[in-house]
């Protein structure tokens, strides 16, 4: 069983899209820019960018007045032409494994108003918990560029790349509603890890809607905020960001991100994955697997994540896991076995349970580590390639109102 909630009055205690620009998600140097535009003298913006981060990251604040070691002049002045608003949170959903997934509504930025809309983007953010950690499956564009064809969210074209500012946001956002910052309360239905040392949202991935690696500087510049030792502080091993294999891009991720990497690779025959995932037409499997041989970093320590959707009689036989292994070598890697979760209108199936264990025990019994991926979130659309549909329920039901 699922709840869903409307947090339109339950999230009034955080304040949402208003006049002025929030400075919540932005990077250093743009919170300097922030502080440039109120004509403070240059000898004096780092010292107070370091303020600004601390209140904003570390303790989570939603009011320049909790700053008590800012000045109230300058208080006053960043509450005159600054917010420390959030994304509106429209809709939670909690499902009955635990995973919470958020409908968020951006503030509408300038390519928003240049294609006529006053509404900002909908996105989709996941939130998976355990015992002992807690992942945030985040969003890198609203909709996606890529088709894949096993994939939900890949029937949702795309509208446009969110910025890094609307991607630090969604961090910020769950742990507001996971009571993750000094001083807040965590919610009391759902599993929440806690503990000494535990953070409710302790790993980012970067597996929700779009293609990270289309999204590139936006995206670095993103994990720069999340990964500051000094704010989010989210070590860099725990952040992944997967990728269908955008080739180009691979190398700069590991040489200015630096965070972990997993491939959406779901088929050993370029035939199969020309349809599977269509980017494979234009980044072949052998330059993909090139790429992460290559990849800076990549150790025993720090192996790379081949992801691969388990669809009945597709991709699934004996051979094709003995092949998986054969094109893997000399690649520090694990393969996380997914199996395939249903959508409406799709025309694919998940393996059998015993097809799934007889792959796997096929790339363990070579020396992978080869987890079979539990589907959490299932009923509440949440699961792994099933982002996109509450966006869609709310656009329809606001066409219905309009057409009554």
């Excluded at 440039?36 to 990251?57: C, F, N, S, T």
């Excluded at 320590?301 to 959707?309: G, K, P, S």
Aim: aromatic share 6%; hydrophobic share 40%; proline share 5%.
């Amino acid at each position: 069983m699922s709840i869903a909630l409307d947090r339109r009055e339950a999230a009034e205690t955080l304040p949402h899209a208003a006049a002025g620009t929030s400075l919540v998600g932005l990077t250093r140097a743009q919170l300097g820019d922030a502080l440039r535009a109120l004509d403070l003298p240059e000898r004096v913006i780092k010292m107070r960018v370091g303020q600004l981060w601390h209140w904003i990251y570390f303790q989570g604040v939603a009011d320049f007045d909790r700053m008590t070691n800012v000045s109230k002049d300058l208080r006053a002045a960043l509450s005159a032409r600054y917010t420390l608003a959030r994304p509106e949170v429209v809709t939670e959903q909690v499902s009955s494994d635990g995973t919470r997934k958020w409908l968020i509504r951006m503030p509408p930025v300038a390519q928003d108003r240049l294609a006529g809309k006053n509404m900002g983007a909908e996105i989709e953010c996941v939130y998976i918990p355990e015992s002992d950690r807690g992942t945030l499956c985040i969003s890198s564009q609203v909709g996606c560029t890529l088709t894949c064809t096993f994939c939900h969210t890949g029937t949702q074209k795309l509208v446009r790349n969110l910025t890094s500012q609307e991607i630090v946001q969604q961090l910020v956002v769950a742990r507001d509603q996971l009571g993750d910052y000094p001083g807040l309360t965590a919610p009391t239905n759902g599993l929440i890890p806690s503990g000494e040392g535990v953070r409710a949202v302790s790993n980012v991935v970067f597996m929700g809607m779009g293609e990270p690696l289309y999204n590139f500087e936006n995206v670095r510049d993103a994990i720069g905020v999340l990964s500051d030792g000094e704010g989010l502080s989210l070590s860099k091993r725990r952040i992944t960001v997967s990728t269908s294999g955008v080739v180009p891009e691979i190398p700069a991720l590991g040489d200015q991100a630096g965070t972990m990497l997993a491939i959406s690779l779901h088929a050993v025959r370029d035939d199969l994955r020309n349809t599977l995932v269509p980017l494979n037409k234009k980044y072949p499997i052998s330059e993909l697997l090139q790429a992460c041989r290559d990849y800076p970093g990549a150790s025993n320590a720090r192996r790379i994540t081949f992801e691969y959707v388990m669809l009945k009689g597709v991709n699934d036989s004996p051979a094709e896991a003995r092949e998986l292994v054969r094109l893997l070598k000399g690649i520090p890697a694990k393969i996380n076995l997914i199996p395939f979760n249903p959508w409406p209108g799709t025309i694919y199936e998940c393996s059998d349970w015993e097809t799934i264990e007889r792959f796997s025990d096929i790339v363990f019994n070579a020396g992978y580590a080869s987890p079979v991926r539990t589907p959490r979130g299932r009923d509440i659309l949440a699961a792994c390639g099933q982002l996109k549909s509450e966006t869609e329920k709310l656009r329809a039901r606001a066409r219905l109102i309009e057409e009554d």
